[in-house]
């Protein structure tokens, strides 16, 4: 059983940064394929980046794509969200997620539309609130 638990949300003006945090307990393989997503009110859930978590490219949504940045303390088993030049389009709920490795198969040929079905573990969430 894996059990995953966000944290760092909080609220930033425009052009400021946060960064958040995916503490991940239970066995996870290599080949497994870790992703962080958002919510906005309203919305559809969104990937925002997606990678293995035994390593390799990570694969970012164009919209986050140079701001953001995900990486993994193995030593901690913790995942991490940097988040800079946020954006007020980025006010959402934040959730990190664990999936089969064809999540990021799919993920790297773009199909981030198909991503949330395909994860199976998710965390509760952390909300990040951008101001203008």
């Known amino acids: 059983q894996v059990r995953l638990a966000e944290s760092g949300g909080g609220s930033v003006q425009a052009g400021g940064s946060l960064r958040l945090y995916c503490a991940a307990s239970?066995?996870?393989?290599?080949?497994?394929?870790m992703g962080w997503f958002r919510q906005a009110s309203g919305k559809e859930r969104e990937g925002v980046t997606a990678?293995?978590?035994?390593?390799?490219?990570?694969l970012y949504a164009d919209s986050v794509k140079g701001r953001f940045t995900a990486g993994h303390d193995s030593a901690n088993n913790t995942h991490y969200l940097q988040m800079n030049a946020l954006k007020p389009e980025d006010t959402a709920m934040y959730y990190c997620?664990?999936?089969?490795?064809?999540?990021?198969?799919?993920?790297?040929?773009?199909?981030?539309?198909?991503?949330?079905?395909?994860?199976?573990?998710w965390g509760q969430g952390t909300q990040v609130t951008v101001s203008s």
């Open positions: 997620a664990a999936g089969p490795p064809q999540a990021c198969r799919e993920a790297a040929v773009g199909n981030w539309v198909a991503l949330p079905r395909l994860f199976g573990y």
């Open positions: 239970g066995t996870t393989a290599p080949t497994a394929c």
């Open positions: 990678g293995y978590i035994g390593g390799g490219d990570r």
